[in-house]
């Protein structure tokens, strides 16, 4: 069955201190893997994107992910957090055949520390 | 340019009535999803309009969620009867023809309480 699973619900971290939110997933065909995050207030925003190619991906913000197909893994990370990075994070996975659905996980609240 | 603007942000009602959701696109998109999460659970794929027309309804839960898009414009989401389950926040996204849906802008959803 297809899922991605975010082991983490709730991570707390200091400001200024790195992140690394993690994300595992299930799926039979070659992945399209994506990181969304929902500020409060806010819509659901794409924050990167991988596809094929270099497996570390750079995003907005200045996240990055990194995809690991043994692992089927796809951590998210940020060298220093701001913050106005406290926000819900969800990793999602879609078909490379483009049908137009993507699988999220149930994703992670992110608390800064002043 | 407005974004995806979901109404209301915020619905509190009691099990048995009616309740409807409203997206109003992006201006030219013709792709138009909706999408709920329901509390502690993930956010799951309910269907998919192209233009005013049904690409995909495989994730409406029962018959008592009904979805139109009259003229190909806004979008409602129509709950009756309501139930406790229903419970949970229902995002709209839409993005242009031709483009997936990890390429759509999100709304902010509707948090719909029914109590």
């Known amino acids: 069955a297809q899922s991605v699973t975010q082991p983490d619900i709730h991570i707390t971290v200091s400001e200024g201190a790195s992140l690394e939110l993690r994300c595992n997933y299930s799926y039979g065909a070659t992945p399209y893997l994506f990181w969304y995050v929902q500020s409060p207030g806010q819509g659901l925003q794409l924050l990167l994107k991988?596809?094929?190619?270099?497996?570390l991906v750079q995003g907005i913000k200045g996240f990055e992910a990194e995809f690991k197909r043994s692992q089927s893994s796809f951590n998210l990370r940020k060298p220093s957090v701001h913050w106005s990075d406290a926000a819900e994070y969800f990793c999602a996975v879609g078909a490379m055949n483009r049908d137009d659905k993507i699988i999220f996980g149930k994703g992670t609240r992110l608390h800064i520390l002043p | 340019e407005a974004g995806v603007t979901q109404f209301p942000s915020h619905s509190v009602i009691e099990k048995g009535q009616t309740v409807t959701l409203r997206c109003d696109p992006i201006s030219g998109h013709d792709n138009l999803y909706w999408y709920r999460r329901v509390m502690g659970k993930e956010i799951k794929f309910l269907l998919h309009f192209v233009k005013e027309s049904k690409q995909d309804e495989s994730g409406m839960p029962n018959n008592r969620f009904l979805a139109e898009r009259t003229g190909g414009t806004y979008s409602t989401l129509k709950v009756q009867p309501a139930e406790l389950e229903d419970s949970g926040v229902y995002f709209c996204a839409s993005s242009p023809l031709g483009q997936g849906v990890w390429e759509a802008f999100f709304g902010q959803g509707t948090r719909l309480t029914v109590v």
């Open positions: 991988y596809f094929s190619g270099d497996t």
